[in-house]
């Protein structure tokens, strides 16, 4: 598990929540991580990426039938909250599902479900 992102969530499940015990910049990581999947179409965008193993952001709006600038804006806030990682070829960015990242947020479902 990657103490960076989740561990306010499992440091302070089970004790008491008081400023000392809470680590607010791991809270504000873990907080940007899952709302960057709690929205439909990016959902729907790391599919496709995970369908094609990784994809160029032209592809990929091609793929999805969306305006390429709506694409690009979701590729940025996954890659902010670090989901995806890019590789440069030339002038093209490819984007690839960090999976390391998706099994600890998987992970955490199972804990928390």
């Known amino acids: 598990m990657n103490t960076m992102i989740f561990h306010f969530l499992f440091q302070t499940m089970g004790t008491t929540y008081n400023k000392q015990n809470v680590d607010y910049d791991a809270a504000k990581i873990a907080a940007k991580t899952l709302r960057a999947i709690n929205h439909k179409l990016r ?3 790391l599919k496709v990426i995970n369908e094609n193993q990784r994809i160029n952001v032209t592809d990929l ?4 039938r969306i305006e390429q600038s709506v694409a690009s804006q979701h590729l940025a806030i996954l890659r902010g909250a670090k989901i995806v990682k890019t590789e440069r070829e030339s002038r093209t960015i490819f984007y690839s599902l960090n999976i390391s990242l998706i099994a600890e947020i998987e992970q955490l479902i199972l804990y928390l479900s």
């Open 43 to 45: 959902q729907r965008i």
């Open 61 to 64: 709006h091609a793929r999805m």
